[in-house]
């Protein structure tokens, strides 16, 4: 069912008036696994990938052949080493960073969905908040930078922070561009309009948003500062940029946080572009729903089957979003650094034009396939993908163009691009 | 206590104690830290009172943007490691008797509004149902200039302007406030006479 439960919260209504505290409670002790078992796993990756691009091992001893312990041991080493606070820095501040960039990235999976409905708050405009929580990542930085009391840290401080900044422009006119294509900014909505055969996700909606997917992740890439863009922290440059001065667990909550801003920027790339948890093949995703859908109204067996169905969903989620987090850790390994000043160059120069271009484009699109061809998209309207969805949740009857004809009588507000309308403002 | 009363109390209490830590630290840095919690908090209020975009475009806007800007500013202009502001106790007084004074107008036109609980209405515009419940809709509509709920129930004829105007001339001002003080903070050269 698509938009049965929107939420976890609206999920447990049915337990009482305790919903909000259990479904917070759940919700939390899911994400912080996903916080905390995320790095150890990518973090292993990272090293082996970068083995076997070195045309090295990686690591093989701990944890049997493949070394998949690895994190686990190097966790363990970090949590014995002495909590350092250098006399030269700002002790609070220089306390508190870490946390500052931990929490802000911890707090953006609040509203990112992982599977249909399985979301902590199911927000109208989740993408907005998720972005302005990502932003303030940035301050955790700066702080770090700021407060250490060391050269070496301020630089790296003051360049991730001018980068960071930089790249954040590009990056939300990006993420703007497939919500042109899907007229919302719910999350949750925008990954149910993408379901049927891969041709429904956003990436391929048109040129624009084709072209908007990989500058979409280029900069994500820059502003998780990650290589080819993350001079800022370079070992060989600047000792390690802001967190020079850091040791033991407090620095390895920077980069908990760089690897969870990574899965979430990935998150957001797969769910804005790549159709979040369908699995792009229409029969399997009918079933799929199928299954949700009678699964929410059911008990016992059938909503075993509906609660497999989202987990199916979350695994087809997370395996995109790793997906992307494995690209980022392959150009990590591949590409030279860039100077600092060709990094900011390329955002400011090139980035921000170009990502203008495409909103640009993007907006335009619609108006110009139905001048073109009478028709706003070349595959199924968005509006009838969206009443499709809804349509399941009513019982039977009654066909789907009637549905997204009446789309706002339901109180649900699908763009419903009226095409007549759109003639007369062309001609 | 319900969970959102308790949650409210518990940010309203960050943001008033962080705003009080900002008045008395003494770094400016320092001073900024505190303003990101009383300001975070703030965002989180307005996420209890499910206004869920004004709370991102407070997290946007001004921690996200202004604060570091600010942090920035002080980063790039400081001349020594840690930049202090001490407050002289003449200071101490005028701004204390300005902040009485604002909290004194704050009480006053508290005290002053008749609060209603707001009621469950929906607003036609046509036969469509432009917005129905408790929804923020109606004042994100006036601001744009459209009153549907009063034009609705006048002839139609005579539109009512909403809060349009005073909008645009607040942003106006806002954008004079800019260039006013890119003139100031200009650097002043003097014209290079030729030889």
Known sequence: ???????????????GGWQYVIAAIIHAVLLVHVFAVSPFAFIWLERKVSGRIQDRLGPTRVGGLFGWLQSLADGIKLVQKEDLCPPAADGMLFRSAPYIVCVSSFAAFMVLPFSDGWVAVAADCGLFIMLSILSLEVFGIIMAGYSSGSKWSLFGGMREAAQMVSYEIPLAICALV???ASGSLNLGEIGGMQRGWFTNWFMFHDPFTFIAFFVYFVVATASCKRAPFDLAEAESELVGGFHTEYSGMRWSFFFMGEYASMFAVCGIASILFLGGWNTGLAPIDQALYAARSAGSDGTGGAAAIGYLANVIGAGVFAAKASFGVFVQVWLRWTLPRLRIDQVITTCLKYLVPISCFLFLGAALWPILMVAGTGRSTWNSPIGDRAAEGLQE???????????????VDLGMNFPRINEAELEGVVR | MSGESFLFTVFAAATCLSAVAVVFSQTVVRMAFWLIIALGSTSALFFLANADFVGAAQLLIYVGGTLVLLVFGVMLTASGPYLKIATSPGEIVLGGLVGLLFLFVVFASLNGVEWRKPTAHSIEAGSQVVAAGNTLRPLGLSFLGSRPDKDSSTDGNVLTPGYLLPFEIVSVHLLVVLIGAAYLARAKRRAVQPN
């Open chain 1, 178 to 180: 497939p919500v042109i």
């Open chain 1, 1 to 15: 069912m698509m938009f049965a439960a929107q939420s976890i919260a609206e999920y447990f209504q049915r337990f």
């Open chain 1, 393 to 407: 949740t009513r019982e039977g009857g009654g066909d789907v163009a009637a549905v997204s004809a009446s789309g």
